[in-house]
């Protein structure tokens, strides 16, 4: 089986909000639950030069998901290629896998009483189609396949421009079948600049549920 | 983008894809329409369609949860009350197109074809612009109060035309994709233009340096090379001071300069009146920084210039735009590939345009009384360049004083007090009119003032011919989805409707949808059923045709110095003016109001006033939120979330807003979105006054000299503290 990637190049990324829309729109998604989510980091100013980007916070779907091991009824599990999955009609809402996880990902529906996140549109993905939100992506910052292809394809376009895309733009890449957990997976840096940002980029994704976006 | 080959149509076979396009702004991108036992279900970006690529906005995206909103007007609807008081009676289609006709009928034979004006909004597609251009044709009535025409697309297009003969800088022509230099000028496209955002990511990718020039670090800021910060208003000074290196480093394209622009020396003089130290104190952007923009463009060839409402909202618009279109001129930049194309359609196609600048043009005596004609002539007379549009904020005026001639009636199709400034003397004006009828889709403010309501249906109950903003020589055809909607109606049938009801005859031929629809491709040899099974048709782009024609100058050149500006009395050579009311031009009432003020960023989940009312986009953007330095904030107080006041100079008033503690304005500037109202909050005001910044600028003189244009960027303000319980 193809070992399929799910990648957010955070150079790309405009901040544009398509992802946030169009997974309201796949799976129906009440306000205020979201199951990716647009932050903006900064503007701040760093060296006398402002700075400003964007994270796309989801569901990891990590190696080894610590959301997992705590559910105490096993309503979560791990498919053979990745991607992880909350059973509605098993959980009982106890919010034992908002505190496990890094990432603020797992949401709470109040209407039903229960946990919901991203499930990479797996209905889709069987149907050989790319999640929603990587479908509607204007820029291609979220970008999903093969994971070696999707490697080797980025690697080439910033050898050109003369970036090393490992340090630089694979910060939340998830990785299926990995056994890393995503925090060893990600954050580098190659300058000072680039530093101090990506610390603070490296902390959204430690406290995303913490992150407020203005006026929430 | 990872190759879509497969349509999600998951096991029910009842569910119909309708490929059409989307119009919920002016990108119309390619939507897959998921139709179930008639009603939309699900609207997808279109893998196929070459606007978007599969793409799409949140707009576009949440357009599902529009479609059937409990909130849309409707039905037609008459008022039961008095006007204004919100109460409204359900009646039929036949009784309100006979009363609306009827009661439009007397105005006009009492007062006039004078007397009867329309205002164009995000309710209606452009086909709409045609249809009722060709209703005040029948009427042979000159009034057509489009709300921004005197500051949004309209002095780009007179600037373009007058340097030009073409529209060269607003989207559609700067071939971004293959740009080796991309300068956005007072815009963000990411948040008003998505699919001219995509293609300069585009270009971005493809190697192309990026120059944003903008008084807020903005989103496309953030991806840019160099970012020039100026002073709000300066824009004028900087191209000049852009210019001055250019020209004097000679890194200009002389052989395209000698052999295709004229006026070079007078421009060359022109620019030795802006040495970089004195453009640096007006702008506040570093000598260093202005040499640094001015040879990345002009070594990185060709380049791109894209001018948006920032460098028009004020009170030089003109000329702004026009020093600024001087830059990709002089660099060769014209109708090259990664440069700027003249645009072209299919031959044969009935453009928008042609429509409006030619078929439906009146006689000069009718042109000539139309309200600006004489102060505007470029704008609003029969020698206009962006022809049949009245200068708004003067109808206003006339209609509240009768001069010179009285306007009674108004058929409104946006939300006029939240798209004009002047806000509360737009109200007054509508409450004084003998008779408004209004056509939108949902109960705004403004549709709460009228006697009478048409409602149209969206678009995905349309079918129509569409040219998109952003996409250079592309035509399309919007394909019908769904029936329309609740009681609503096509808004063209609405109006050749009332047309017919008034005993009138439309001006040409194509007097229904479906002639409408044949009319703009029969040059082509098809019909529009035919052109329905295309989809699309994209017109081979070909360079340097001015090569065989010219330009549509009167000098067949590109015209630094404007010959036509000279003949209407204006300088011919783009200058700086300080703007009316800042720190330099008023500095005694800049003491009181020490901010400045900037006003109409857009977001991308509206557009316009509209999607207040839809959940998924409105959580992303809740309130209106002022932008303010932290350090600014500090010393007043003010901490990130506090709802502030803004308060104008000159008994304005005020207005009041979150505040949005950033470092992507100067500690002098404060910024505010427009276009703000809560449909949440009871009628008729819907909140309006609130938050909604043109109830605190004016729309009166001065105005830009050429196009009207009022000063709505670079104001003084002050803001402080919401006190608790304190209300506006």
């Known amino acids: 089986m193809v070992r399929k990637s799910l990648l957010f190049d955070k150079d790309e990324c405009i901040g544009c909000f398509a992802c946030e829309v169009a997974c309201k729109q796949e799976h129906n998604i009440p306000t205020g639950e979201y199951w990716i989510r647009i932050f903006k980091v900064g503007p701040t100013s760093v060296h006398g030069k402002l700075i400003m980007h964007f994270a796309a916070i989801r569901c990891m779907h990590c190696g080894i998901p610590s959301c997992m091991k705590v559910c105490p009824v096993g309503a979560i599990s791990k498919r053979s290629d990745g991607i992880v999955l909350f059973n509605e009609e098993l959980c009982i809402g106890c919010k034992a896998c908002i505190e496990a996880c890094p990432f603020g990902a797992p949401q709470y529906n109040s209407e039903k009483d229960i946990v919901q996140a991203c499930n990479l549109c797996f209905e889709r993905v069987d149907k050989d189609l790319v999640p929603s939100c990587v479908h509607h992506c204007p820029t291609n910052a979220l970008y999903f396949g093969d994971c070696n292809i999707l490697t080797s394809k980025r690697i080439g376009k910033r050898a050109r421009e003369g970036l090393n895309l490992e340090s630089d733009c694979l910060e939340t890449r998830i990785q299926f079948n990995s056994d890393k957990l995503p925090e060893e997976i990600s954050i580098n840096s190659t300058s000072e600049d680039k530093k101090t940002h990506d610390v603070q980029l490296f902390q959204i994704l430690k406290d995303g549920s913490e992150l407020k976006r203005r006026d929430k | ?728």
């Open chain 2, 1 to 728: 983008m990872v190759v879509q080959s497969k349509i999600l149509k998951k096991e029910n076979t009842d569910i119909r894809v309708v490929k059409t396009f989307c119009d919920r702004c002016h990108c119309e991108c390619g939507v897959l329409v998921y139709v179930q036992n008639g009603k939309a279900v699900k609207i997808e970006g279109d893998p196929d369609c070459p606007i978007n690529e599969g793409s799409l906005c949140p707009k576009g995206l949440a357009a599902i949860r529009f479609v059937y909103h409990s909130d849309r007007i409707k039905c037609p609807m008459k008022r039961s009350g008095q006007r204004g008081k919100g109460k409204w009676k359900r009646i039929s289609w036949d009784e309100a197109l006979d009363t609306v006709a009827t009661r439009f009928k007397e105005i006009l034979e009492k007062y006039g074809p004078e007397s009867i004006t329309w205002s164009w909004g995000d309710a209606s597609a452009h086909c709409h612009l045609i249809t009722k251009q060709g209703w005040l044709c029948a009427m042979k009535a000159p009034n057509h109060l489009h709300s921004d025409a005197h500051y949004c697309f309209h002095p780009v297009m007179i600037a373009n035309k007058l340097t030009f003969g073409e529209v060269l800088t607003s989207e559609g022509s700067p071939d971004y994709k293959n740009s080796k230099c991309i300068m956005l000028w007072g815009g963000n496209p990411i948040m008003s233009h998505p699919v001219a955002a995509r293609n300069i990511m585009i270009g971005r990718r493809n190697g192309a340096k990026l120059i944003v020039v903008d008084p807020r670090f903005t989103e496309i800021a953030a991806k840019a090379d160099i970012f020039l910060q100026p002073r709000p208003a300066t824009d004028d000074a900087l191209a000049l001071g852009i210019l001055n290196v250019i020209i004097n480093e000679d890194l200009y394209d002389k052989e395209f300069v000698a052999r295709w622009c004229v006026g070079f020396d007078e421009l060359r003089n022109r620019v030795q009146e802006y040495p970089l130290e004195r453009v640096s104190e007006i702008t506040w952007i570093s000598k260093e920084k202005i040499i640094q923009a001015a040879k990345m463009y002009a070594t990185n060839r060709p380049g791109t210039t894209h001018t948006r409402m920032g460098t028009v909202m004020n009170t030089n618009a003109i000329q702004t735009v026009r020093a600024i279109n001087i830059i990709p001129a002089i660099c060769g930049d014209l109708d090259v590939k990664g440069g700027h194309i003249i645009p072209s359609k299919p031959p044969g196609f009935k453009g928008r345009r042609e429509i409006m600048d030619k078929d439906l043009r009146q006689s000069p005596e009718i042109e000539n009384k139309r309200i600006g004609a004489k102060e505007f002539p470029l704008l609003c007379s029969s020698d206009s360049l962006a022809h049949n549009n009245s200068h708004p904020p003067s109808v206003i005026h006339t209609m509240l004083t009768g001069k010179p001639y009285p306007i009674r009636a108004l058929w409104a199709c946006n939300n006029l007090f939240l798209a004009l400034e002047g806000a509360k003397e737009t109200k007054e004006a509508l409450m004084s009119l003998d008779f408004v009828v209004g056509s939108d889709f949902f109960m705004t403010p403004t549709m709460e003032l009228c006697d009478f309501i048409l409602p149209p249906c969206g678009y995905l109950a349309r079918e129509e011919v569409l040219e998109p903003f952003c996409t250079c020589n592309f035509i399309g055809a919007r394909r019908k989805a769904i029936e329309p909607e609740f009681d609503t109606r096509d808004e063209r049938e609405i109006t050749y409707e009332v047309i017919k009801r008034m005993g009138l005859t439309f001006p040409t031929d194509w007097d229904s949808i479906e002639k409408q629809n044949d009319m703009r491709v029969k040059g082509m040899g098809i019909t529009f059923e035919e052109f329905k099974k295309k989809g699309y048709i994209i017109e081979p782009i070909r360079y340097k045709k001015y090569e065989e024609k010219g330009f549509n100058t009167p000098s067949g050149k590109v015209e630094l110095y404007s010959s036509m500006m000279k003949r209407f009395g204006y300088d011919p050579l783009p200058y700086y003016q300080e703007s009316p009311e800042t720190p330099i031009s008023a500095p005694e009432l800049a003491q009181d109001y020490p901010l400045i003020l900037i006003t109409g960023g857009r977001h991308i989940v509206y557009f316009h006033g509209a999607n207040k009312q839809i959940p998924w986009l409105r959580e992303i953007v809740p309130y209106p939120t002022l932008q303010i330095h932290p350090d600014t904030a500090a010393e007043l107080g003010i901490k990130d979330g506090d709802w502030v006041w803004i308060e104008a100079p000159k008994g304005r008033g005020r207005v009041k807003m979150k505040a949005e503690l950033t470092e992507a304005v100067h500690p002098k500037v404060v910024h505010a979105p427009s276009h703000w109202w809560y449909p949440e909050i009871k009628g008729p005001e819907h909140g309006c006054w609130d938050s909604n910044i043109n109830a605190i600028l004016l729309n009166d003189p001065p105005y830009d000299p050429i196009c009207g244009a009022t000063p709505l960027r670079g104001n003084l303000c002050k803001v402080y503290k919401v006190r608790e319980g304190e209300n506006g």
